[in-house]
């Protein structure tokens, strides 16, 4: 067979074509088997990955902005400077800081 080069920008990619060669055992001589499980998972279950961690992202997210909500309010309420205000007492509270990593 005959090999032949092709190049893209940062990748540079050698093929051999082979004369009278079956398709269905070509995407066993083309390097790619390797990734066979990964392309099997995502035709399989990538709506169900992709749905997974959109609603874990809008629970991490919805509980950080709760989190940090309480540290304000608990500041508020033993009587310290509202972050408005130009407090910073938010800033030693662990609940916040809970929220802010979260």
Do not use: M
């Amino acid at each position: 067979g005959s090999l032949l080069t092709l190049s893209c920008l940062s990748h540079r990619v050698v093929c051999q074509v082979i004369g009278n060669a079956d398709p269905a055992d070509s995407a066993q001589d083309n390097g790619t088997s390797d990734n066979f499980w990964i392309t099997h998972l995502e035709s399989n279950y990538g709506f169900y990955i992709g749905l997974g961690l959109a609603v874990f992202s809008s629970f991490l997210i919805g509980s950080s902005v709760i989190l940090k909500k309480k540290g304000l309010l608990r500041l508020v309420e033993k009587g310290g400077t509202r972050a408005g205000d130009g407090g910073h007492g938010y800033l030693k509270d662990w609940l916040w800081w809970a929220g802010l990593l979260t």
